[in-house]
C-alpha cells in the first residue's frame, strides 16, 4: 500500500523534469506574458491552474478599459512586472496599466503619432498584432512602418526607426519577436505590389542589423553558402529573381506580416513570407519565389538555412505566415523536434524544424484547390480545376483569408492537441489585369465569399498532430477570427465575432461558460498571476480585421467585392455587433 | 403624316439622346482646382454670413461615353482596389448619401485632386483632369445621380450581376 502510493508519486515528480529538459513546448511559466505567442514556440499554453473545469463558471468580470478606438482590435496585451500594456490599432498608442492597485489605473499612455496616410496602405483594417517585452523596454511597430522601443518603466521613447515607406504600399502591424539581442519585425502590404522583407534591429540602439528581403538575388534574401533546403525545388542560384517573369520579383509581395517562433537549441527563427503579388496569377507566371514560403533564419545575421515553399505560384492569396508552433513529437515511433503550420490553403503541416521536410499535411478546414502534398518533391498537388485567372473561377475552398488567416492557434502538451480558431469559405473570382501604382493596391482579381459547406462560416478545432486528424469541432456562425489560449487545466479560450468570450473544455470542445463583451472579439487572449496572486483572464474586444471591415469600416453591402470580397460572406455582421475597444479582464470571485 | 411621326420620333431621339451621345473629341482640361477651393464648406455659419457653395457643373454629365470611360479609369487608377466597386474597404464606400468631404461634383474632383488626410492618394497632377471628370460622372453614377439613359444597366463582370451570387448558407459542393 504504501509502496504503492510513493513510486508513482516519484515518477510523477521526475517525468515533468525529464520532458521540460527536453522539450522545447514545455518551457517554464513565470505568470506573465511577455510576448504575444507567450514563448518562442508560440504554444499559447499557460502553465496557471487556479481557473479549471470545476470553477470556470464562476468567472467574472474583474474590471474592463475602453482604448477609445474603433477600428479592429487584434493584439495580445502583455503582462510584466504588475503591469499591462495595450497596443491599439492605428494610431499605435501603447496603454499601461498599473495591475498593483485596484481597478488597474492608466500608468501612462505612449503616442508615437504614425501619419493618418497610413491608413491608405493597410489592406484589412488598420489592425496591430502586439508588442514584445525584453529587457526593460516594450518593442511594436507603428502603421506607418516605424519600429519602436519604449521604456516599460516610464513609457519615454528610446529608439524608433523608420523601415518603410507607406508611399511603396509598406506598412507594419505584426507582433515582433526579440531573439539574441534583435527585435525581428517584417513588413505588410502584400496587397500593395511590396517587396517584402524581414529585418533584425539591435534591440539597444535599434539599428537595422540585417534586412532579408522575400524576393530578389540571394544576395538579397540571404541565402549563401548555409542555407540547406530539404528539396531540390528549392536549391538553385537566384531563384528569387528566375522564378519571375522580368523584372516583377520587385513588387512581388512576400511580406512578413506575421508570426516569428524562435529555436534557441538550433538557433533558428522560423516565418513565413505573405501571399505573391498581384493576386492575378496570369501576371506572373513561374513559381514566384520565395513567396507563400517558410523560412529558418539566424536571429543575428539573418541568414537562411532553410526554406520550403507552401504554395508555388500562389493562385489564391494563399499566404504562408500563419504561426509555427515548435514542438517536439513522437512521429513514426521516434522523438522529432517539428514546427506545425495550419496553413492558408487549408493544410496542418508537419514539418521538421531541422531540416524543412514535410511529415504530413493533412486539411483541418475543408479545401478543394489541392489534393495533397508530394512528400518525395515536397510540392504542393494543385487542383488544376481551381486554378484563378482571366476567367470566372467558381466554388473554389478555402477563399482567400484561407482555413485560417493570422489568428493564432494554441498547443496544450497536457492534451498534445493544437486548437485552432478558424474559416469555413469559399469564393469566386474574376481576374483582371492589375496596374502597378506605387502606394495603390496591386490586386487584379474581383472576389466575392461565401459559407463553405455546411453554412458555418468559422470553426474552432482540436487537431491531433500525430494523427493529422481533427478531434473535435465547434462551428461557429462566424469566422473564428480571435486567437487561442489553452490552460494547464485544460480550459481553452477564444472568442467569436459576435462577441462571446469562450471556455471550452480542451478535451471534448464542451463550452464551460461564456460571456458577452461589448463588440466582436477578434483579439488574442492571454491570462497571467495577478500581484494578489490570482490567475486572470484578459481579452480586447473591439471588432474589425479583414473580417470585420464591413463594420469597422462602414462598408455598403450592396458591393459584395468590398474589402477584397470578404464583404459578401459578411453582411450580416453589422445585425450582431457594433464596433468599439475594449480590455476585458476575468477572475475568479 | 406618318412621315411627319416618323420624322417628330427622330428629331425627338436625336435631340433627347444628344447629350447621352456626346463624345468631348479633345477635351479641354478644367482649371477649377487651380483657381478655387472646392471642398465641402461647413453648414456652420458665424453670424448668419453667406458663404455660398462654389457650384460647377461637370462637363461629361449625362454623357454615357464619359461614364463608362469613368468606370474604366476607376479601375485604371486603382480606386477599386481601395474603394472596391463603390462598397469600400480600405477607402470608405462611394456608394452612400453620407460623405465626409461633400459628394457634389465639385467636392468630389477636389478630394480626388488633393487626396485626404487619411488616406485618400492625391491625384492631381497624376490623372488628366477631364478624366478626374469622367470619374467624378461615374461615381455620381453609382449613387444613381446620372441618367438612367446614360448609365450601363448592367455590367458584365461577377461583382454587379446579382443572379450568381451563391448564397451564404453553404454554396460549396463537397
Given at each position: 500500500m504504501r509502496t504503492s502510493r510513493y513510486i508513482p508519486t516519484w515518477i510523477v515528480l521526475l517525468l515533468p523534469v525529464l520532458s521540460a529538459y527536453a522539450q522545447i513546448q514545455n518551457q517554464p511559466d513565470d505568470g506573465q506574458w511577455t510576448m504575444a505567442a507567450k514563448n518562442y514556440?508560440?504554444?499559447?499554453?499557460?502553465?496557471?491552474?487556479?481557473?479549471?473545469?470545476?470553477?470556470?463558471?464562476?468567472?467574472?468580470?474583474?474590471?474592463?478599459?475602453?482604448?477609445?478606438?474603433?477600428?479592429?482590435?487584434?493584439?495580445?496585451?502583455?503582462?510584466?512586472?504588475?503591469?499591462?500594456?495595450?497596443?491599439?490599432?492605428?494610431?499605435?498608442?501603447?496603454?499601461?496599466?498599473?495591475?498593483?492597485?485596484?481597478?488597474?489605473?492608466?500608468?501612462?499612455?505612449?503616442?508615437?503619432?504614425?501619419?493618418?496616410?497610413?491608413?491608405?496602405?493597410?489592406?484589412?483594417?488598420?489592425?496591430?498584432?502586439?508588442?514584445?517585452?525584453?529587457?526593460?523596454?516594450?518593442?511594436?511597430?507603428?502603421l506607418d512602418a516605424q519600429t519602436v522601443a519604449v521604456d516599460a518603466n516610464t513609457g519615454?521613447?528610446?529608439?524608433?526607426?523608420?523601415?518603410?515607406?507607406?508611399?511603396?504600399g509598406e506598412s507594419m502591424t505584426m507582433a515582433p519577436i526579440v531573439a539574441k539581442g534583435k527585435v525581428i519585425a517584417g513588413n505588410s502590404g502584400g496587397e500593395f505590389g511590396v517587396r517584402g522583407w524581414m529585418a533584425g534591429l539591435d534591440a539597444d540602439t535599434g539599428k537595422i542589423a540585417w534586412r532579408a528581403y522575400a524576393t530578389g538575388p540571394d544576395s538579397d534574401v540571404l541565402i549563401g553558402s548555409n542555407f540547406k533546403p530539404f528539396y531540390q525545388a528549392a536549391r538553385g542560384k537566384?531563384?528569387?529573381?528566375?522564378?519571375?517573369?522580368?523584372?516583377?520579383?520587385?513588387?512581388?509581395?512576400?511580406?512578413?506580416?506575421?508570426w516569428i517562433s524562435y529555436d534557441p537549441d538550433l538557433d533558428l527563427i522560423y516565418y513565413g513570407t505573405s501571399n505573391p503579388g498581384p493576386w492575378n496569377p496570369e501576371q506572373r507566371p513561374g513559381d514566384n519565389k520565395w513567396t507563400s514560403t517558410l523560412f529558418a533564419r539566424r536571429p543575428e545575421t539573418g541568414e537562411a538555412i532553410w526554406a520550403y515553399q507552401f504554395n508555388p505560384h500562389d493562385d489564391h492569396d494563399y499566404d504562408a505566415v500563419n504561426e509555427n508552433i515548435l514542438l517536439?513529437?513522437?512521429?513514426?515511433?521516434?522523438?522529432?523536434?517539428?514546427?506545425?503550420?495550419?496553413?492558408r490553403n487549408g493544410r496542418m503541416y508537419i514539418l521538421d524544424r531541422t531540416n524543412g521536410e514535410v511529415l504530413s499535411a493533412e486539411p483541418f478546414a475543408y479545401q478543394n484547390t489541392s489534393e495533397g502534398v508530394d512528400l518525395k518533391t515536397g510540392r504542393l498537388k494543385v487542383n488544376p480545376n481551381k486554378a484563378s485567372g482571366y476567367k470566372t473561377l467558381r466554388d473554389a475552398c478555402p477563399a482567400p483569408p484561407g482555413g485560417k488567416d493570422w489568428q493564432p492557434s494554441a498547443y496544450s502538451p497536457k492534451t498534445g492537441l493544437i486548437y485552432i480558431p478558424h474559416n469555413n469559405l469559399c469564393y469566386e473570382s474574376q481576374g483582371v489585369r492589375a496596374n502597378y501604382i506605387s502606394g495603390t493596391p496591386f490586386v487584379g482579381m474581383n472576389v466575392r465569399m461565401y459559407a463553405g459547406p455546411g453554412g458555418n462560416r468559422g470553426a474552432f478545432s482540436a487537431w491531433d498532430p500525430v494523427k493529422a486528424k481533427t478531434l473535435w469541432e465547434v462551428k461557429e456562425m462566424f469566422p473564428a477570427w480571435s486567437g487561442a489560449l489553452v490552460t494547464a487545466t485544460n480550459i481553452v479560450f477564444y472568442g467569436?465575432?459576435?462577441?462571446?468570450?469562450?471556455?471550452?473544455?480542451?478535451?471534448?470542445?464542451?463550452?464551460?461558460?461564456?460571456?458577452?463583451?461589448?463588440?466582436?472579439?477578434?483579439?488574442?487572449?492571454?491570462?497571467?498571476?495577478?500581484?494578489?496572486?490570482?490567475?486572470?483572464?484578459?481579452?480586447?474586444?473591439?471588432?474589425?480585421?479583414?473580417?470585420?471591415?464591413?463594420?469597422?469600416?462602414?462598408?455598403?453591402?450592396?458591393?459584395?467585392?468590398?474589402?477584397?470580397?470578404?464583404?459578401?460572406?459578411?453582411?450580416?455582421?453589422?445585425?450582431?455587433?457594433?464596433?468599439?475597444?475594449?480590455?476585458?479582464?476575468?477572475?475568479?470571485? | 403624316m406618318r412621315t411627319l411621326c416618323i420624322f417628330g420620333v427622330c428629331f425627338f431621339v436625336v435631340f433627347t439622346s444628344c447629350q447621352r451621345e456626346k463624345r468631348d473629341l479633345r477635351p479641354v482640361p478644367t482649371r477649377l482646382a487651380i483657381y478655387s477651393d472646392a471642398a465641402r464648406q461647413s453648414p456652420l455659419r458665424p453670424g448668419g454670413a453667406e458663404q455660398p457653395q462654389l457650384r460647377v457643373t461637370n462637363p461629361y454629365n449625362g454623357s454615357a461615353y464619359d461614364i463608362a470611360e469613368g468606370e474604366r479609369l476607376y479601375e485604371w487608377y486603382n480606386c477599386s482596389g481601395c474603394h472596391s466597386h463603390g462598397g469600400g474597404g480600405i477607402g470608405p464606400p462611394l456608394i452612400k448619401t453620407d460623405w465626409i468631404y461633400g459628394g457634389e461634383p465639385e467636392n468630389l474632383f477636389d478630394t480626388i485632386v488633393k487626396g485626404r488626410p487619411n488616406g485618400m492618394p492625391s491625384w492631381g497632377g497624376r490623372i488628366p483632369e477631364y478624366q478626374i471628370w469622367q470619374i467624378v460622372a461615374f461615381i455620381r453614377s453609382m449613387n444613381g445621380q446620372q441618367p438612367r439613359s446614360a448609365t450601363a444597366s448592367r455590367a458584365d463582370t461577377i461583382e454587379q450581376n446579382p443572379q450568381t451570387i451563391q448564397n451564404r448558407t453553404g454554396g460549396a459542393t463537397k
Open positions: 514556440a508560440s504554444t499559447r499554453f499557460s502553465a496557471l491552474d487556479q481557473i479549471n473545469s470545476g470553477n470556470v463558471r464562476n468567472l467574472k468580470l474583474a474590471w474592463t478599459f475602453s482604448t477609445g478606438l474603433t477600428h479592429g482590435h487584434e493584439a495580445a496585451p502583455l503582462i510584466v512586472n504588475n503591469t499591462i500594456y495595450i497596443v491599439t490599432p492605428w494610431p499605435n498608442y501603447l496603454y499601461a496599466l498599473d495591475l498593483s492597485k485596484p481597478g488597474a489605473p492608466m500608468k501612462w499612455v505612449y503616442e508615437p503619432d504614425p501619419t493618418p496616410a497610413a491608413q491608405g496602405v493597410a489592406c484589412c483594417d488598420v489592425v496591430n498584432r502586439g508588442a514584445a517585452y525584453y529587457n526593460g523596454k516594450i518593442y511594436y511597430n507603428t519615454k521613447e528610446i529608439w524608433k526607426t523608420k523601415l518603410g515607406d507607406i508611399n511603396l537566384d531563384l528569387g529573381v528566375k522564378t519571375w517573369p522580368g523584372e516583377t520579383w520587385k513588387i512581388g509581395g512576400g511580406t512578413g506580416w506575421s517536439d513529437l513522437n512521429i513514426g515511433g521516434r522523438s522529432r523536434k517539428v514546427l506545425a503550420h495550419p496553413d467569436t465575432m459576435d462577441g462571446w468570450f469562450k471556455a471550452l473544455d480542451a478535451t471534448n470542445g464542451k463550452l464551460l461558460w461564456q460571456f458577452k463583451t461589448g463588440s466582436g472579439i477578434i483579439g488574442q487572449p492571454v491570462t497571467y498571476k495577478g500581484p494578489d496572486g490570482k490567475q486572470y483572464v484578459a481579452v480586447l474586444s473591439g471588432v474589425g480585421g479583414w473580417a470585420g471591415t464591413v463594420v469597422a469600416g462602414g462598408i455598403n453591402t450592396v458591393d459584395g467585392t468590398a474589402a477584397l470580397g470578404f464583404t459578401n460572406a459578411m453582411t450580416d455582421l453589422g445585425k450582431y455587433t457594433t464596433k468599439g475597444g475594449t480590455l476585458y479582464v476575468f477572475s475568479l470571485p | -
